[in-house]
């Protein structure tokens, strides 16, 4: 299964060594990327849900990467 990464924007803007480094989380249940701050979950992927966070909360997590 795969689904576009551009679901995803902390995962586009992530280095490929931050993509790299994951885990998974709640017994399988999803998927979490600590140098990004991001969680997936195993159902939102097979129900084909993009990424719930807002335009603001990302354009504040994309500005505190730029400082």
Known sequence: MSVPVEWFPRLV???AEERI???LIGNG???HWEDIDED????????GKSSGESQ???RKWL????N
């Open 13 to 15: 803007h992530a280095t």
């Open 21 to 23: 480094n994951r885990r």
């Open 29 to 31: 249940q999803g998927i």
């Open 40 to 47: 997936i979950s195993v159902e939102g992927l097979l129900a």
């Open 56 to 58: 603001a909360s990302f």
């Open 63 to 66: 500005n505190r990467r730029s």
